[in-house]
């Protein structure tokens, strides 16, 4: 029942999510902030805007990733297989590649193949990370891991220090926004979204949030008062290093990832194969 | 006027462009922006992309060469948008007026629906001009607005039938 609530409220719950770190966002800047709702009355306003397309693919791919987006959160919960919402994942941002890509507009294109570099950064680290899950419970399905009696976020620290790095990636946060680089290509890949096209890209942004800190929150295992505290740490450290950074070179995040993160969860899954 | 319409005012998208002016309203815009004034408050935000503002904040005595990028910018906008023209060079020229490379105004180029006077404005100022353009921009349609002396020629300069 409750599975079926948070696959459906999804997008409301993220809704509330953004509200929350645009708040949290402005305290940081030591400004007042929007109120919560706000998200929301975006929605709303954008709603009623007139609908402008630049042609059906571009607009269609625009809902395709809400739609997708939707899907792989409802895979994660209902399709009992992490490394299969994994994919589904893969599949969402690859509609907004294809949309983004199919539009004349430099910074539409440009911010399409950031978003590919993107998806090279912090793919791989998802699947390490479903396999580091496996090796504790030996079952991808994300109830067994909910109800390991361990604390995975001790037998995986370093798959959990490497994935909180990773969020910004996937958030598109500072210091790895390179897709989304607001001063510099205006929003990358969702720039020729207008009106209600634009609110399915913007929607399937909140989705993101709940399928991050869901995974998250897979770190407390079967106590969930350390899941929650886990999600919290994250959501304050996101929100502290997206405002105390600058933006990074796209060569720069994927020598990073690939360089530094990828070796050191290898490092910790090799030991804990070991260990085992 | 249905349901969404009432949540209009919650969000102002703002779109500010500059059209060669001295840079002091953008400094005041930026400043209405930062904690001081902190026009995030009521849901404003600047975003640099046109097809996703409802505000169009114009500031400067649009010059010949970026007149085109001004009409564009206009047509890009989705419907329902307000054009706010800022500071004494917007209305006028101010200080450019006559000179042979600008076009004395936005209202020449674009229609105007509200003027904030002032070299430059204060961000109280600034605040309040939106706070006004946003009651203009409840009461508006969906209805396609064009610039001014909008034609068939006009449309094969800008090069918007491409799109």
Known sequence: ?276 | MGFFSKFRKKSPWILHYNTGGCNGCDIEILASLAPKYDIERFGALNRGNPKQADILLVTGPVTKNCKDVLRRLYLEMPEPKVVVAMGACGHGGGVFRHLYHVENGVDNIIPVDVWIPGCAPRPEALIDGIVEAIEIWEKKSKEKEYPRNYDEEMRKNLGVDDD
């Open chain 1, 1 to 276: 029942m409750i599975e079926t609530m948070l696959v459906l409220f999804a997008p409301i719950l993220g809704g509330f999510v953004y509200g929350l770190e645009r708040i949290t966002r402005a305290r940081m800047q030591s400004r007042i902030g929007p109120p919560l709702l706000q998200p929301f009355y975006d929605f709303f306003k954008l709603m009623d805007k007139r609908p402008m397309m630049v042609h059906s693919l571009h607009a269609l791919m625009g809902i395709m990733y809400f739609v997708a987006e939707w899907f792989a959160f409802a895979v994660l919960i209902f399709g009992n297989d992490l490394l299969i919402a994994v994919f589904f994942h893969v599949l969402a941002v690859l509609a907004l590649v294809i949309g983004a890509s199919s539009v004349r507009s430099a910074y539409s294109v440009l911010g399409a193949l950031r978003e590919l570099m993107h998806m090279i950064s912090y793919e791989p680290i998802m699947v390490l990370l479903t396999i580091g899950f496996f090796l504790l419970t030996n079952s991808f399905n994300y109830r067994d891991i909910l109800n390991y009696e361990g604390y995975p976020v001790l037998e995986l620290p370093l798959v959990f220090f490497a994935f909180i790095l990773t969020i910004p990636m996937m958030l598109q946060k500072s210091p790895f926004d390179v897709a989304e680089a607001h001063q510099e290509i205006i929003g990358g890949p969702e720039i020729e979204y207008s009106g209600p096209f634009y609110e399915a890209v913007y929607t399937a942004k909140w989705i993101e949030y709940i399928y991050v800190f869901f995974f998250v929150f897979l770190f407390g295992g079967s106590h969930y008062w350390l899941g929650i505290l886990l999600v919290i740490f994250t959501f304050i450290f996101i929100n502290l290093l997206d405002n105390s950074t600058a933006r990074l070179d796209f060569r720069k995040m994927v020598k990073f990832s690939w360089v530094f993160l990828i070796p050191l969860i290898t490092l910790n899954l090799v030991l804990i194969a070991l260990w085992r």
